[in-house]
């Protein structure tokens, strides 16, 4: 029988032809659906569901960058800003469907497998184009990870100051560095990045959800109690008053800033092909994801307006750039903490779940290219507990502590990471959340140029490149500002 034949009578003759190659079969390739331990790519079974799909991108998407969305309704009014955030989650919602259609080329059932987002790009478009992919989505979460250890300082900062006020009862400024706080973060990452896998992080995701729920209520809350407490709603249509605060140009430059936080705010799409990549089929993969984004979405939007807007309500124009470390609640100070220190917890999650593509795409270059090397490849069997085994690998231990330290320093060096967030927000969401989606769309559902479908998805993408250089150009003028003001190693709040 030819390899054609093979296919096309598989399933008429499934058990005649189990007789005939059970030997080929059990030494070639695992059993395509015979197996229990198996999926048909003969890698260890799937398993993630719905909901861990779900917690995975709510851990993602619902970051520290809630906490700056009061901040940007601000900048927009009570008009812009809703209607922005909105149009975000519908663009990231639309586009990360048409990512999940990319995790399998061809047939959305049993077509080849894209473990990551690059390998989708590398598979549907090629060329120069995965390169560009690769340099763009490594240097995101690259920065992801720098704004991450910021943003873990900070709170347990504020931690510290909000006791150091109540003791003092606010006449101490309680001025402090930031640096050992970032180190102490550091070295946690250091212990949870010998975390081998993606898969092994599902408990991690599920704390961090918990937590990121835990911090974004407590700050509803606050602003649900400050706009009772003064018994009206502050803010206006058209967000922060031009003349008081602001001039007019810097006006413009803070909205457009605000669009990059909002855009940072949804971005997930670049860890969305790993994430499906653990879901288990059937149903296809792509079924399960776009339920998944859908809720996720949902859920992440509900949260940021409710936050966004009582944020707003609360402070007006007076907003501060992070909802619960800004000078905005002090007491009650025990609520703060559990807060501050939720966050933490979070960032500690969130941080593994972004950095973990980096970690997986440097050894996979390495073994590649030193396949001999004993330093690279031996895995050391060490008992943990007696209930399993941890596998040591020397490479791993030594590269990803590199990598944190690396990260923990530049941390230090920059502080005012947060307008720098926005820049990489603005960067890196047009090509990854909008442009490389749609394009691979194109590609894979061979959509004729120039037809309706083609003009709309090209127009959807060229819009929100506009949106991205605004944002870009309104951090970049952000940075400028705090950079006549700065020195490295020094911070103080």
Known sequence: MGATTTTTTKSQNHHHHHNHQVFDVSITVPPQNGSKCFDDDGRLKRTGTLWTASSHIITAVIGSGVLSLAWAIAQLGWVAGPAVMLLFSFVSFYTSSLLSECYRVGDPVSGKRNYTYMDAVRTILGGYKVKVCGIIQYLNLFGIAIGYTIAASISMMAIKRSNCFHDSNGKNPCHMSSNPYMILFGCIEILLSQIPDFDQLWWLSIVAAVMSFTYSVIGLGLGIAQVVASGFFKGNLTGISIGSSVTETEKIWRSFQALGDIAFAYSFSVILIEIQDTVRSPPAESKTMKKAAKLSISVTTIFYMLC??????????????????????????????????????????????????????????????????????????????????????????????????????????????????????????????????????????????????????????????????????????????????????????
């Open 308 to 493: 966004g807007c009582m944020g707003y309500a609360a402070f007006g124009d007076q907003a501060p750039g992070n909802l619960l470390t800004g000078f905005g609640f002090y007491n009650p100070f025990w609520l703060l903490d559990i807060a501050n220190a939720a966050i933490v917890i979070h960032l500690v999650g969130a941080y593994q779940v972004f950095c973990q593509p980096i970690f997986a795409f440097v050894e996979k270059q390495a073994l590649q290219k030193w396949p001999e090397s004993y330093f690279i490849t031996k895995e050391f069997k060490i008992p943990v507990l007696g209930i399993c085994t941890y596998n040591l690998n020397l490479f791993r231990l030594v590269w990803r502590t590199i990598f944190v330290i690396l990260i923990t320093i530049i941390s230090m060096l920059l502080p005012f990471f947060n307008d720098i967030v926005g820049i990489l927000g603005a960067f890196g969401f047009w090509p990854l959340t909008v442009y490389f989606p749609v394009e691979m769309y194109i590609a894979q559902k061979k959509i004729p140029k120039w037809s309706t479908r083609w003009i709309c998805l090209q127009m959807l993408s060229m819009a929100c490149f506009v949106v991205s250089i605004a944002a870009a150009s309104g951090s970049i003028a952000g940075v400028m500002l705090d950079l006549k003001v700065y020195k490295p190693f020094k911070t103080s709040y």
